[in-house]
């Protein structure tokens, strides 16, 4: 495994719409592999390979909150099946959006199709902050993050914030 490069806004790949996976291979789960363990270094809970720089429509999470007790998932190719039309509320931040934090609707429940580790298709019927952490890696996969969904005034004041701290300090 090992640990790969986040990308943070502002960065034009992070917009771009990321490719169906055609088969769950050795490649595949390595890729995954990485991802969570880039995942767990940056103390994030959820990751998509656009993140990496890899327009994949594949998906890293774990929401455990208990220490040293680890519950990866994993998804390739998810789709939503259903929505709630009732929504939550849930502070949310990203790793690509580094030290950044708002409150975000999204709907409260969601059924998500997908493939696992193994290539194998499942159905997870989610809710809490389940529900909202998918539906946030799953806006990566087209491109939105989740300061799209704030008055342009305060995505505009976030990205500048964020494009001052890349200036003053080396891309790695
Ligand atoms: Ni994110």
New binding site residues.
Partial sequence: MAIRTIITEPNKLLRQVSKPVNQVGKEEQKLMKDMLETMYAAN?I???AI?VGIPQRIIVMDICKEENKKEPRYFVNPIIKNKDPLKATYE??????PNQFADIDRPSKCEVEYLDYNGQKQLLKAEGLLATCIQ??M??LEGI??IDYLSKLKKSMIIKKLSKLKSSTAEV
């Fill in positions: 994030g959820g990751l998509a993140q949310e931040g990203c790793l690509s959006v946030h890696e806006d990566h993050l989740f």
